[in-house]
């Protein structure tokens, strides 16, 4: 099990700019795939990208594409969320989140170790 520490987040106004990061706590996770989820209130946790575990390979949900940038730097065992143009409904909680297959996927549920969240508040 991997245990992840997310920071970052804040509070910006619309069209600000926020990057996150993640790390894990005591070993490496250079062989995962990694993933961003964000939770808003009252809604289900949605995937917004995922890397594999090269960063070879990305995903962006469609409503972040050309906005949010996904990647991880696995010398520095760090994975990022650069997120550009913010708008109020990217209001969530963010969450880094772990998957020991290497290929990644966009289902939660695959993904067993995840972080503590770090909020992310964009003011209209």
């Known amino acids: 099990q991997v245990q992840l520490v997310e920071s970052g987040g804040g509070l910006v106004q619309t069209g600000g700019s926020l990057r996150l990061s993640c790390a894990p706590s005591?070993?490496?996770?250079?062989?995962?795939?990694l993933g961003w989820f964000r939770q808003a209130p009252g809604k289900e946790r949605e995937v917004v990208a995922t890397?594999?575990?090269?960063?070879?390979?990305?995903y962006h949900r469609d409503s972040v594409k050309g906005r949010f940038t996904i990647s991880r730097d696995n010398a520095k065992n760090t994975l990022h969320l650069q997120m550009n143009s913010l708008k109020p409904e990217d209001t969530a909680v963010y969450y880094c989140?772990?998957?020991?297959?290497?290929?990644?996927?966009?289902?939660?549920?695959?993904?067993?170790?995840w972080g503590q969240g770090t909020q992310v508040t964009v003011s209209s």
């Open positions: 005591g070993r490496t996770f250079s062989t995962y795939a």
């Open positions: 989140a772990a998957d020991q297959a290497p290929w990644g996927s966009t289902v939660k549920e695959e993904y067993a170790d």
């Open positions: 890397i594999n575990w090269s960063g070879g390979y990305t």
